[in-house]
């Protein structure tokens, strides 16, 4: 009887020595958590979550660095709940964060980064001082998206038009947001399918700095949108 405990206690020691070389620890699975600079920047391998990271309201500018082909990337507050996701199919993706508290409040939050290899991301938020005039030119291959500088606008309208290299099958979009509330402005259906070349006004409800994203379709060849006051 002796020797039978023996042995099992012995099976389960090289058990468990195998099964801890084989399950990586918990510090392993988080990203590198940077914010030198005021920039937060999470660099990681194949799927990871960051640290906890506190972020303030506004608007954010998040970009790819540095990775291969497919990569989401989701924001959850601490309970695990997605408040933010998107997905890059461009090596150089960049896209806007927006803290409005809709769903997406200021504090504490977590980035899990889902990509090939290793990669980089930074999150920069949008700096107002350094706002330009208008106009203001995006453009972009299909199925990517394109930021603008961050801009001053008046009360009023803004005048917006896309154009197309070809009719595309997909619809795109555009984003403008006030970049110290992160409020967006109303905006109905654009760049519709089929349709090569569009445009029409924005209403904007007060002076300030916004800045604006869009979003080439498939089958458009890319193209640029124009945004003037």
Known sequence: MKKIIWIAMAACAVLTIVTA??????????????????????????????????????????????????????????ADNILHMTILQNQAGTYLLIVDGNPLKPGDVLFEIMGLGAWTVTVTKVDGSAAVALPQVLSGAEMTDAVSQ?????????????????????????????????????????????KISGGWSVPVPAAGVYIASASFPLASGGGEVKLSQ
């Open 150 to 194: 961050p801009f001053k606008a008046a009360a009023g309208n803004l005048v917006m038009s896309y154009i197309y290299k070809n009719k595309p099958t997909g619809t795109g979009t555009l984003t403008i947001c006030d970049v110290v509330t992160g409020k967006t402005l109303p905006m109905r259906e654009m760049m519709y399918a089929g």
């Open 21 to 78: 070389g084989y399950l990586p620890s918990a510090a392993a699975q988080k990203a590198a958590l940077s914010t030198a600079g005021g920039v937060i920047t999470l660099k990681g391998t194949e799927t990871q979550t960051s640290p906890t990271v506190n972020i303030s309201g506004g608007v954010y500018i998040v970009r790819r660095v540095a990775g291969e082909g497919f990569m989401s990337i989701t924001v959850k507050d601490l």
